[in-house]
């Protein structure tokens, strides 16, 4: 799967501003995340990236991801006790993990929730992110999960 153009731009300029270059397994690594919907741990972009580049590294692999993290091109979601997973999607959102299968899903809420919720809080407080997830089991969820 190559990275589309658009997307070959908008990562060539984020590492353009940290005084790096795009390379072929940051492009592959990035078109991974950059397409997936369902929040892959790093071992499962790994094995993603493999299908494209079979000679990519689990530490290339890390490494790639820590860079497009720096240039904010993913994000991590992080669960309790759970892999760290990434995704493409910046925009403020919230997360639900199923606690049988392990799938995570995009919660979609009222852009005005986070400034109200921000209004909580003491007013010299300085948010500089939200992080917002729901944990319980999806209906007719298949049990895939270890624990």
Avoid: W
Wanted: a negative charge; glycine letters at 2%; charged letters at 25%.
């Amino acid at each position: 799967m190559q990275v589309s153009e658009e997307n070959q731009q908008t990562l060539t300029q984020a590492l353009d501003k940290l005084g790096l270059r795009s390379t072929r397994q940051r492009e592959v690594v990035y078109s991974v995340v950059g397409t997936a919907k369902d929040h892959p741990t790093a071992d499962e972009i790994f094995a993603r990236s493999r299908q494209q580049m079979p000679t990519i590294s689990l530490a290339t692999v890390y490494n790639c991801l820590e860079t497009l993290l720096e240039c904010e091109l993913i994000r991590q979601v992080n669960f309790e006790r759970e892999s760290t997973r990434y995704e493409p999607n910046l925009k403020p959102h919230a997360h639900f993990y199923c606690d049988k299968s392990g799938q995570v899903v995009d919660v979609h809420l009222p852009e005005d929730l986070y400034s109200r919720l921000t209004e909580l809080l003491p007013a010299s407080t300085s948010v500089s992110s939200v992080e917002l997830n729901f944990r319980g089991k999806l209906p007719n969820s298949p049990e895939n999960h270890q624990n």
